[in-house]
């Protein structure tokens, strides 16, 4: 079965800081990987998605990742980070496609000063 | 955006009730909606794929018997966790796959509190 693993649990950064939040997976086969985002009080969203090509994703809000599959990672990273980023952001994985189940992270916790 | 519709937020029940989480995909018609549960600090746990028309599929380790659920119709499935007991505590998560998309979309969860 596959697993998950974020580096972080919380984060704290001020505004026009860069982010990167790790994640790691274990499983040997192909894989689509995903970045969720919680703000506060609000359901998950997507941020982003790598199923085939380009290693590097680019998604909503100024985000991507990267996909290194020689090192089972997919981090994601934002130049610049603004209060709003402010969330619970989960990494995941699946292996059938996007009606396929999602096996999640544990979840970082970022918070931005102003 | 699509969205997908959970109810209730929240509830308290008592040990040995049942309850019933509905989920709904409001815009959309999903043929697959997935049941997930997080303990605090933790991550979501897939409980179960949910088919429209056809008997759930359980993750291993997830009684099926004390989490029935239910898949209708294309825009509604329901999770009924049966005699609740305190363990059963915790916040339930639905999720609808929008085919056209290929997107998951997330209900905004149920907290249940059985005491």
Not at chain 1, 59 to 75: D, L, P, Q, R, T
Not at chain 2, 87 to 98: K, T, V
């Amino acid at each position: 079965a596959q697993s998950v693993s974020q580096h972080n649990h919380h984060v704290i950064l001020s505004e026009a800081a860069s982010l990167e939040l790790g994640c790691n997976y274990s499983y040997g086969g192909t894989v689509n990987l995903f970045w969720y985002v919680q703000y506060p009080g609000q359901h998950l969203q997507l941020l982003l998605k790598y199923f085939s090509g380009d290693p590097l994703v680019k998604g909503i809000k100024g985000f991507e990742a990267e996909f290194i599959k020689s090192k089972f990672s997919f981090n994601l990273r934002k130049p610049s980070v603004q209060w709003s980023d402010t969330a619970e952001y989960f990494c995941a994985v699946n292996r059938g496609g996007g009606a396929d189940g999602l096996t999640f992270g544990k979840g970082t916790h970022l918070i931005i000063q102003p | 955006g699509a969205v997908v519709s959970q109810h209730p937020s929240r509830v308290i029940c008592k040990s040995g009730t049942s309850v019933k989480i509905e989920c709904r995909s409001l815009d959309f018609q999903a043929t697959t909606m997935f049941w997930y549960r997080q303990f605090p600090k933790q991550s979501l746990m897939l409980m179960a794929t949910s088919n429209e028309g056809s008997k759930a599929t359980y993750e291993q380790g997830v009684e099926k018997d004390k989490f029935l659920i239910n898949h209708a119709s294309l825009t509604l499935s329901t999770l009924t966790v049966t005699s609740a007991h305190p363990e059963d505590s915790s916040f339930y998560i639905c999720s609808a796959f929008h085919g056209f998309d290929e997107k998951l979309f997330f209900g905004s969860g149920t907290q249940l509190s059985v005491l």
